[in-house]
T-cell receptor, first 111, second 115 residues
Framework: TQLLEQSPQFLSIQEGENLTVYCNSS?????LQWYRQEPGEGPVLLVTVVTGGEVKKLKRLTFQFGDARKDSSLHITAAQPGDTGLYLC???????????WGAGTKLIIKP | NAGVTQTPKFRVLKTGQSMTLLCAQD?????MYWYRQDPGMGLRLIHY???????AKGEVPDGYNVSRLKKQNFLLGLESAAPSQTSVYFC??????????????FGPGTRLLVL
């Protein structure tokens, strides 16, 4: 089974700080998606990156797909309590319909 | 639009009992998925469907069966529940699916406890 390793597993920081979450694999993916999940709800898509080296910005969130399409990062600038949640990355494979999911990073932003 | 809905929201079963989880979507999506989510393990695909009348096995299909008789509905059945099936179950749908570039829309989840 191909794996996506997310790090850190848990992060608790103060409001206003910056942070980076990583999603790494030894496998190449056709795409990489990031989802955010809040307690008691299903995941919601934040972004999809499909080109090696691609960078996408969503307000204070910056997503990057590695040049070799094996890894991705999510950087949050000036974190806010509303950013609290479980961040999941998911890799798409060229050959089928299944996403490979990371175990998630639980992020807590303290006021 | 309601998006993706799941029933029930919570259920307690005794070992050996059976139940069916219902997923419905109103977005006319072709692809539907059943996942389970356990602490520290992310989402694991149980079964999926690429269209009405079709189903396929995912990563962890043992102990589960599915049916997609209507395009908008995807049912997940547990014939004889086991404590190892205690989990949160999510249904998702997407317009397409190949290569992982389509958005998956998730329901709110069903929390299942098997005693």
């Amino acid at each position: 089974t191909q794996l996506l390793e997310q790090s850190p597993q848990f992060l608790s920081i103060q409001e206003g700080e910056n942070l980076t979450v990583y999603c790494n694999s030894s496998s190449v993916f056709s795409s990489l998606q990031w989802y955010r999940q809040e307690p008691g709800e299903g995941p919601v898509l934040l972004v999809t990156v499909v080109t090696g080296g691609e960078v996408k910005k969503l307000k204070r969130l910056t997503f990057q797909f590695g040049d070799a399409r094996k890894d991705s990062s999510l950087h949050i600038t000036a974190a806010q309590p509303g950013d609290t949640g479980l961040y999941l990355c998911a890799g798409g494979r060229y050959s089928n319909y299944q996403l490979i999911w990371g175990a998630g990073t639980k992020l807590i932003i303290k006021p | 639009n309601a998006g993706v809905t799941q029933t029930p929201k919570f259920r307690v079963l005794k070992t050996g009992q059976s139940m069916t989880l219902l997923c419905a979507q109103d977005m006319n999506h072709e692809y539907m998925y059943w996942y389970r989510q356990d602490p520290g393990m992310g989402l694991r695909l149980i079964h999926y469907s690429v269209g009405e009348g079709t189903t396929a096995k995912g990563e962890v299909p043992d102990g589960y069966n599915v049916s997609r008789l209507k395009k908008q509905n995807f049912l997940l059945g547990l014939e004889s529940a086991a404590p190892s099936q205690t989990s949160v179950y999510f249904c998702a749908s997407s317009r397409g699916g190949f290569g992982g570039q389509e958005t998956q829309y998730f329901g709110p989840g069903t929390r299942l406890l098997v005693l």
